[in-house]
């Protein structure tokens, strides 16, 4: 069973538009996520994490958004340039468990029109 | 560039081959993983290393072998693989192993003919 749900397989926004990307959880032990975006031929990079501890965290254009309560966090990012066409992934860990590392979701695959 | 060197980008064998994939990290860390990334599925852990031992091994089949000879330098040894091991291999490395930010290689795309 799939720990960490990206139930949008694809999303296309106007450049200069806001893009929302969802990430849903089922492990409740889960207390950190992270956002990798991933272009085609190369690794994933990390991209901005939070904490449970926070509801928010902001780096630029990038903004992640935790609900804990919903087992659900977003990452926005505003505004949309075509630069940030890219597959991302959402993922989590249950650090304050130990040895645990990350589970990943399916991805979102972004596309920003120009 | 990430720190995280995978070599070969591209790898195209038989069944009966036997292949190394190779990973090498200069960041300074102390944990190494595997993964598997295939069409439509999550990224799948294979593999961890961490301080040079195997700390976890994702119920992966034998035919997958790693190694991981010093913290910088970690292998995946292939050997009688089907072609539904095709798929694109990811090499990463984190500070420790409780998982801070992982970085990852760009990726060796297999292909089992």
């Known amino acids: 069973d799939q720990q960490v749900k990206q139930n949008s397989p694809s999303l296309s926004v106007q450049e200069g538009r806001i893009s929302i990307l969802n990430c849903d959880y089922t492990n409740s032990m889960f207390d950190y996520f992270l956002w990798y975006k991933k272009y085609p031929a190369e690794g994933p990079t990390f991209l901005i994490s939070i904490s449970s501890i926070k509801d928010k965290n902001e780096d630029g254009r990038f903004t992640v958004f935790l609900n804990k309560s919903a087992k659900h966090l977003s990452l926005h990012i505003v505004p949309s340039q075509p630069g940030d066409s890219a597959v991302y992934f959402c993922?989590?860990?249950?650090?304050?468990?130990?040895?645990?590392?990350?589970?990943f979701g399916k991805g979102t695959r972004l596309s920003v029109i120009a | 560039e990430t720190g995280v060197t995978q070599t070969p980008r591209h790898l195209v064998m038989g069944m009966t081959n036997k292949k190394s994939l190779k990973c090498e990290q200069h960041l300074g860390h102390n944990a190494m993983y595997w993964y598997k990334q295939s069409a439509k599925k999550p990224l799948e852990l294979m593999f961890v290393?961490?301080?040079?031992?195997?700390?976890e091994n994702n119920s992966v089949p034998s035919r997958f072998s790693p190694e991981c000879p010093n913290s910088s330098h970690l292998f995946l040894h292939l050997h009688t693989l089907q072609p539904e091991d095709s798929a694109l291999y990811l090499c990463?490395?984190?500070?420790?192993?409780?998982?801070?930010?992982?970085?990852f290689g760009q990726g060796t795309r297999l292909t089992v003919v």
């Open positions: 290393y961490s301080l040079e031992e195997r700390v």
């Open positions: 990463a490395s984190s500070q420790d192993s409780v998982n801070t930010e992982a970085f």
């Open positions: 993922a989590a860990s249950a650090r304050n468990s130990g040895n645990t590392p990350l589970v």
